[in-house]
Nanobody
Framework: VRVVESGGGLVQPGGSLRLSCAASGFTFSRYRMSWYRQAPGKERELVAAITSAGGSTNYADSVKGRFTISRDNVKNTVYLEMNSLKPEDTAVYYC?????????WGQGTQVTVSS
């Protein structure tokens, strides 16, 4: 099983980034996919989630209207489009796959929002 995030980096406030999470080794289309983040000294928090077929999404209040989660069940990839980034969005972003008792985490990708 592999869950691999990419697309993080340094961006100025107001900028945009697109994170990708490529999955393999399990039946991706069965899994609810989520993005979490963890800032230094803080607990890991849910940012966005999408159901297995992509029909429903939910977001943390802090990112609503700025972030969009989507998935491609052919490419076995989930995305997080992040716009209007703020310094408080700085964190390590993790991809999480869940189906019943099965779950997998990625290793994380750093997003830093700073001028």
């Amino acid at each position: 099983v592999r869950v691999v995030e990419s697309g993080g980096g340094l961006v100025q406030p107001g900028g945009s980034l697109r994170l990708s999470c490529a999955a393999s080794g399990f039946t991706f289309s069965r899994y609810r996919m989520s993005w979490y983040r963890q800032a230094p000294g803080k607990e890991r928090e849910l940012v966005a989630a999408i159901t297995s077929a992509g029909g429903s999404t939910n977001y943390a209040d802090s990112v609503k209207g700025r972030f969009t989660i989507s998935r491609d069940n052919v490419k076995n990839t989930v995305y997080l489009e992040m716009n209007s980034l703020k310094p408080e969005d700085t964190a390590v972003y993790y991809c999480y796959a869940n189906w019943g008792m099965n779950d997998y985490w990625g290793q994380g990708t750093q997003v830093t929002v700073s001028s």
